[in-house]
């Protein structure tokens, strides 16, 4: 293997792995805080990548895409900085969930919608067009699961 193709493979192995730490990181936490520096983790592994391939290529396009990746970073650390002090602030906790708390006076509180207990449901049927012409002799099986989308 080349050390060009093989310093790309490392490198690119690295921001795959940032990435699906902060991926991780951000689905399995509520702290708004370890949130937001798991997404600034996905941030960078996909920067990583980025000048991986600008380096690959010889090229400066990745590498002018991170400076805007970092600068927009930045701009969102300040953000989700005001939101952490003002959710703070208001409950004196930064559980994620506690944003429900934070809506309207007029506004009803979001509901999630619950979970069918019932195994044996019937999945929902495709979408239909209206027909026009001679409808064609399809089989029912392949109407209902769609072997090709």
């Not at 391939?53 to 989700?80: K, P």
């Not at 602030?89 to 708390?101: C, E, F, S």
């Amino acid at each position: 293997m080349p050390a060009e193709i093989a310093l790309l493979n490392n490198y690119l192995i690295v921001g795959a792995v940032l990435f699906g730490i902060g991926l991780i990181g951000f689905l399995s936490r509520r702290n708004m805080i370890v949130m937001f520096l798991a997404a600034e983790m996905m941030l960078q592994g996909v920067s990583l990548s980025l000048v991986a391939w600008s380096r690959f290529h010889n090229d400066f396009g990745g590498q002018m895409l991170v400076i805007f990746i970092i600068a927009i970073a930045a701009c969102e650390a300040a953000v989700v900085l005001a939101l952490v002090i003002t959710l703070f602030q208001r409950r004196g906790q930064l559980d994620v969930a506690d944003w429900q708390t934070l809506r309207e006076s007029d506004q009803p509180p979001f509901q999630d919608k619950p979970l069918s207990q019932t195994p044996g449901e019937q999945p929902e049927s495709w979408p239909r067009l209206t027909p026009a012409g001679i409808a064609p002799d399809v089989p029912p099986e392949k109407i209902d699961y769609r072997p090709k989308v």
